[in-house]
């Protein structure tokens, strides 16, 4: 049997890669540094797979990924919904009460602030959660600490100061898998495409008209800029059900006529909560 | 006659600054390290007004406003229209040939990462445009230059080695002005409200059937994680018209009843392109 290789984002021990590893247990994993490389490397053929994030409960979309996908020819063939626990991690023997500043991403900091600031511990951004605690380990900071998973402290063998730090516990992110290949349907799926329509009074209004006509279920809808014309928007919508089902096929082909621009990313049987 | 006080996230020199100066060009005006410290200042009574970038013709959205706008209890009253054009900027008598990287702002950088390319500039992010001049000029760094405004090269004595390097040309940021006092109608006006509807199919689609059967223009929908429950929005909707307009009256009694959260955050005058 081939071994499937996925791209994520991140260092070892990112939550990207628990993600991955969720969906992929026995493939081998590619680390990039950027999600252009990780689009990269899937349209170059290097990988099979790739496994990046959408949006989170608290953050909201990640604007970077929407981009990449209107401009790639790969669809959208799973989902999944990662658990966000953050960690206080240190080196292993460092004295607690001697830490005076606490690294990790930007967001994850900004998930921890609360928590941060009754522990007096200065905030200082890095590029990825894992990342830092590989840092702090490497310059073998005892001052400080890193906010990263579990599996980050399991992996550097560092130890864990205090689990569960995040301020709002209700934090999750969500994973899209792309592929070059479609899903076939399940029974249990959803859809997500991008349309932009004319700068019309009515004309988002009319495209909604023919998801709701048709009792398909909206999940979620976001607008980006087209980056051409100033507040002109494609908007990215998902909805329940498979592309190959006879309503989405009307809608489709009914969309293709009422917008100025569609793409279906793909349908992919929905996530489950990890 | 009392000078009015606004504050504006940034240094001077910013392009919030820019925003600020042609709405409230005899004021006294307050640079402030972050956003929240801006909405502090405004709901304290430190300043009168205060003027928020809320969304990029680029990079989209400006979450951090998004999430603020809807805990205060100030009011929307103007929108101001700032375009935005970079400069690469050195110590005076610096050496082109010399400069190695260029530091500014992560979204500056970005809008003209093709340009920093082709010049074999390694871009360094910093915490602020403006910010960035100062720092070159402080440090006396000859091998390096500062993104950012002509004015912020004006008011720190640099020199500008060259104007207008975005790689997109079509570059402006949304300003919204708040304060305690909301704006009388003009003829030409703009209402904000935020809402959130029960998590059932079609009800997204049943508040905006309540602005399209009144022929009311929606120029902007955009959804916020409420942070509580995952996956449930709050969407925040621009429009034309003023909250005193029958219609818009008419709208929000209606909305009142149908959604599950609604906030008015406010009318104001449509604003001009600078």
């Not at 950027?34 to 797979?49: M, T």
Request: hydrophobic share 40%; glycine share 6%.
């Amino acid at each position: 049997m081939v071994t499937q290789k996925v791209a994520f984002q991140g260092e070892p021990g990112a939550y990207g890669e628990m993600a991955t590893l969720s969906q992929f247990p026995k493939a081998e994993l590619l680390p990039a540094k950027s999600f252009q490389i990780v689009f990269q490397s899937l349209e170059s053929g290097a990988v099979d797979f790739a496994v990046i994030p959408i949006e989170n409960s608290i953050e909201g979309s990640v604007n970077e990924t929407y981009d990449l996908l209107l401009n790639t020819n790969m669809v959208v063939c799973g989902e999944v919904y990662q658990r966000i626990r953050h960690n206080l991690i240190i080196n292993p023997g460092a004295d607690n009460s001697k830490i005076k500043s606490a690294y990790s991403h930007p967001q994850a900091l900004a998930q921890c602030r609360v928590n941060l600031q009754k522990r007096n511990l200065e905030p200082i951004p890095t590029y990825d959660t894992a990342g830092a605690v590989k840092m702090i380990k490497e310059k073998k900071l005892n001052d400080a600490a890193a906010i990263a998973s579990k599996r980050a402290a399991d992996l550097y063998g560092m130890e864990i100061w205090e689990e569960n730090i995040e301020d709002k516990t209700n934090n999750y992110t969500r994973f899209l898998v792309i592929s070059k290949v479609q899903s076939e349907p399940t029974g249990n799926d959803g859809t997500s495409l991008i349309f932009s329509v004319k700068h019309v009074p009515g004309a988002l209004y009319g495209i909604l008209a023919e998801f709701a006509s048709r009792g398909i279920n909206l999940t979620k809808i976001e607008s980006r800029p087209t980056k051409e014309v100033p507040w002109e928007y494609y908007f990215y919508v998902d909805f329940d059900g498979h592309r190959n089902d006879k309503q989405i096929r009307d809608l489709i082909r009914v969309l293709k006529k009422k917008t100025m621009f569609i793409k279906v990313l793909g349908s992919y049987k929905r996530g489950e909560f990890h």
